[in-house]
């Protein structure tokens, strides 16, 4: 969602020639015994907006603060922009955070607010008066500057926090949980403001979250975080639809998991034989995995076809087909997910799009037919 | 909160506070009482005001008051910086060389009893004489040192348990916007916490103001606070004079914390709104 | 600025600079006089100005004498005046402690669990005494509980009695004044502890069975437990040490070794026997001090 200024815009991280703009290289923090960040190396380009995401305690937030000169890594280096910077305090560094609880100096009023990082800088007084209000109108707050922080609501509140952190035009800027403390309606509004804001100014963003439908949609690529360590990073396609481990796959969405053995290991497909399952799964690419591993195969519920009639076998023989009852059911309005129980007991998640509004409903413990494509699967062997 | 009113609690609230404000009240009572025997009533010629002159034509008492006023000036100018530079460290910097002892320094004189202080403080005071020539005597010099030390100790609690419920964001965004800590103190810290600044001032010049006994130890001639001439008098029974005094201080003191709390509590209201 | 800036540069710390100030001043103020004060209770009384011997003397061209007396302990310890004196202060204000707790208790209790209008209207008035001076505060008794004073001519009036009680320059007086200046100080660290309880679990008790006075006693005390340390400490610590409250209302036999102190500096001009005595006011009270200070601790680290 997020390079929504096109395909042609190619993707720098891919490129090998393109230097990154912010260097992690191998950045540990512990406090006493406590591992907090684990040897995180990241590269980072301008102009991307990259997400970590992970659960609280996951070391997200901690990166960040090093990144934002607050705590200093007990090993690693940190690189902005061809600088190092690692033990550079946070009123030196060309970075500005955001905070999570916006931070706003409660005795100044927003105009104070916005100025007040230019007033450190001693810019001159005519250009800080300049500067500010044009920040504050792209933010849309221009006839708000005389108020203070605790006469606003909290989405001005937020809006202030990121002109007061833009307004230094800062290498890169560091966003704590930017959208928590909105609610769902503000949250999705404020994700497409921010993305377009981004855009404009072409600030390098670097956003901490636990929310990874936030991820999602303001990314363009998301680093996935769990025990201090980096378990991937990728473009949110990749992320979703390329697991590299069960942890990821997992914690992105909602996955169904089948544990089995390599029956059959060919360079074009593979076939996995799952206990759980009651049945062999066809994948129609390769993997590179020790021939008595026990892997697993995940597939995603929106990839899961379900019938009351048998379906076309998808694959060589009868891969990929299951049979069970509908033990549940939620409707959500634009889709419906079903618990399926299978015969070996494995529960199965499916969600389908309420695309029509008739008879065919399937309902609680209705025998279905489980089906999916011989490319929907994601062998990951941890 | 659906509590029922316990009428155990409620009978004992009234009779704790009438305990409280009984003695208080008779003072101001009777301080417009024409009997020189102050607790008889003389219904012939009171309530009068001739107390209230006399006090206010009284030398003795007007000097001292003078006295206790300038040095409970200076020392809650002084203790509000010392205390204020302790408590923001106690509460910012979890580690540093000396933070037990720091931290037992500006409890202990909280609860030890006056007379210690008092004493080891003159004593100093006679020691440094001896050894380098000041201070000169004891008097207005030695109080106002001797009542900083003590009244710091209260304003560190104070500004201590302020700085524990501030937002640290605040100091980092600054920082994060270019500020440098010290310019971060005092343009973010200090604006901000300035009620209990206030409060800690407030404190420390009330608890030099009423001070007795450190100031007996460490006075000298010539400076005799208003609380000591109070003392020297009433050892020898009531005198309706300090009956005035009483009442004019309660009067005081009165308007004094209506006010402040009035206007700690607006400002305590629009910061709370801006978390 | 820029010096500023060149300064941490090279390490030198802003909070060290913080810290030293006040570190020093108590330091100074603070500590250093208590090692003069035992310095000078193991001095001998002189008639001079000051009105002790010095410790350390020269004695002729190369030779120091170091004069350890230790009389004025041993004068502390066979005189029974001393004792006795020190074991009815800590009798005193044990008692005042256990009286302001019975007293301050359900005050502060009233006043947590009021509705938050009236909760601050109840604190100012609590507040209220403490900031008006505590001299005339124990001053206002002697005019309530003297012979010719208000309570006496009420219970007269009233003819509830027809001669005055004696109850001024007794310990009934003095039990009176300490409890009555101290209350605030039990109430207030209380009052602040109670503050935080979470209410519903009193509820939560209820709801399993619990009679309220039953919640009270297993839930709501037990809670409480460090406020209620806390104000102890702040009552009985120094009201062990108290003078003014002995001096205005106790009348001659009501012994405090607080008292005792001040007519031996100021009195007797017995400033090495006066050390002696804040000497071992002091080692009595470390020990409390340091269990205050440790309950703060606990409560700050709990509250975190």
Redesign the interface.
Known sequence: MANSSGAAKAAPWQDPSARPYVEIERVTKTFGDFKAVDDVSLKIYKGEIFCLLGASGCGKTTLLRMLGGFETPTSGRIVIDGEDMTGV?PY?RPVNMMFQSYALFPHMNVEQNVAFGLKQDRVPRSEIVERVATMLELVKMGSFAKRKPHQLSGGQRQRVALARSLVKRPKVLLLDEPLGALDKKLREHTQFELIGLQDKLGVTFLVVTHDQEEAMTLASRIGVMDHGEIVQAGTPPEIYEFPSSKFVADFVGSVNMFEGKLVEDEPEYVRIGSAELGATIYVSHGISAAPEATVWAAIRPEKIFMSTAPPASTGPGSDNIVRGAVQDIAYLGDLSIYLVKLATGKVVRVTQPNTSRHAEAITWDQQVYLSWDTSSPVVVTR | ?N?RR?Y???T??AF??A??????L??VV?SFNASK????WDAANSPTLKWYYSLLHNEEILDAAWISLKVAVINASGAVI??T??G???A??SQ?R??F?????????????????G???L??F??LE?LIGWPAGRGLTTMT??H??FS?AYV?VVVQSRM?TFDTALEEAAMDLGA????VFFVITLPIIFPAILSGWLLAF?LS??D??IS??TSGPGSSTL?MV??SK??L??SPE??V??TI??AV??M???GV?FWL?RAARSEKAAD | ?KS??SL?KIGVS???L??T???L???L??????V??LK?SFSDIDLAI?PYKPLIEWIGKNSLAIKVNLNNYAFLFTDPLYLHALLNSIKVAFISTLLCLV??Y??A???A?S?STTR?V?L??????F???????V??????L?A???IN?VLIWLGIIHEPLTMLYTPFAMYIGIV?SY?PFLILPLYANLEKMD?QLLEAAEDLGCR?WQAFYKITLPLSRNGILAGS??VF??A?????IP??LGGPNALMI?RV??DE??SNRA?PV??AV?IL??VL?VP??MW??SV?ARE?AG?R
């Not at chain 3, 103020?29 to 208590?34: D, E, G, S, Y």
């Open positions: 305090p030196e | 909160m509590y316990s155990f609690i409620v004992c609230l704790g506070f305990f409280l404000y009984v003695p208080i008779s003072m009777f025997l102050v607790t008889v010392l205390g530079l302790a923001f460290g106690l910012r910097f540093f000396g933070r002892t720091l931290n037992a320094m500006t409890t202990a004189p909280l609860v030890m009893p006056e007379v210690i202080t004493l080891s403080l004593l100093l006679v020691a001896q040192i001797a900083m030390t710091m560190t524990a440098l800590p010290v310019k009330t103001w009423d007795l006994v007996s130890f609380p109070v003392f009433v050892r029974g009531v300090i009956n005094l009483a201080t309660i003191v009165t004094m914390i209506v709390s509590s | 600025m500023l800036r941490s802003g909070r060290g913080v810290v100030l006040p570190y001043w108590l330091l103020f603070f500590v250093v006089p208590f003069i004060v000078i000051p007293i301050g359900p005050i209790y009233g006043i669990r509705a601050n109840l100012l008035l609590v507040v209220l005494p900031w008006t001076s505590l001299l005339l505060r001053y206002a008794w002697i005019g309530l003297k010719n004073g208000v001519n009555y209350l209410w309220p400490m702040l610590i120094p062990v040490g108290e003078f003014v001096a205005l607080g102190l001040w500096f100021f400033w006066a050390s804040a006011l002091l009270l409390f001090m205050y200070q703060q700050t509250a």
